[in-house]
């Protein structure tokens, strides 16, 4: 997630780190480069998981980064836009690739205001399918660049409405606080 400059501090199950991670796709001709990434860094540490568990092998984090741009060049040649490149070049650009499509905005961000020169902004958010039904929450923080610092989304059980949005602000300052932020109005 370094390439496109995108951080997470939240610990999410995949299922909430692929709905995040969704949510971050780019505008780009590249931006199948970014949903290919996310399943290229699965598939190796489940792979690596394996070979520790039953081979007793030790994980290498050089290899596995090496083992992620080699499939995300692999399989972006063969499923994404990046038939007409080589393989080669692909893979020895794969950086360059994922700068350019790294995510240019934030879905459902068109009234976004950027907080002040230096400032940081934490949007968040909270859903409910009733009252009270399953629900969930989720927050971007940014700095006044546009720049996303920090993410969350997850299931937090069954609530209102009403309870939702407050639960995702405290989230908010739970988060920013595990940061040294200073929380201000």
Same mark, same amino acid.
């Given at each position: 997630m370094g390439w496109w400059e995108v951080e997470c501090c939240s610990t999410v199950s995949i299922k909430e780190w692929w709905e995040c991670w969704v949510g971050l796709s780019p505008a780009s001709k590249y931006?199948?480069?970014?949903d290919i990434l996310f399943f290229a860094v699965i598939w190796t540490l489940?792979?690596? +998981?394996?070979?520790? *568990?039953?081979?007793? +092998?030790?994980?290498? *984090?050089v290899q596995a980064v090496d083992t992620v741009k080699f499939r995300l060049a692999w399989w972006f040649k063969h499923y994404g836009a990046g038939s007409k490149e080589t393989l080669t070049d692909i893979l020895l650009n794969v950086k360059e690739l994922c700068v350019e499509s790294r995510p240019r905005k934030i879905r459902g961000t068109d009234g976004w205001m950027p907080p002040s020169c230096r400032g940081l902004k934490f949007n968040v958010d909270g859903f409910a399918l009733g009252k009270p039904r399953p629900a969930g929450i989720g927050g971007v923080l940014r700095d006044s660049s546009g720049k996303v610092l920090c993410m969350f989304s997850k299931f937090i059980g069954v609530y209102d409405s009403n309870s939702v949005?407050?639960?995702a602000i405290?989230?908010?300052?739970?988060?920013?606080?595990?940061?040294?932020?200073?929380v201000g109005a």
């Open positions: 931006g199948r480069a970014w489940w792979e690596m +998981r394996n070979q520790a *568990v039953f081979q007793d +092998r030790v994980a290498s *984090v949005e407050i639960i405290h989230q908010a300052c739970v988060l920013c606080a595990s940061l040294g932020l200073i």
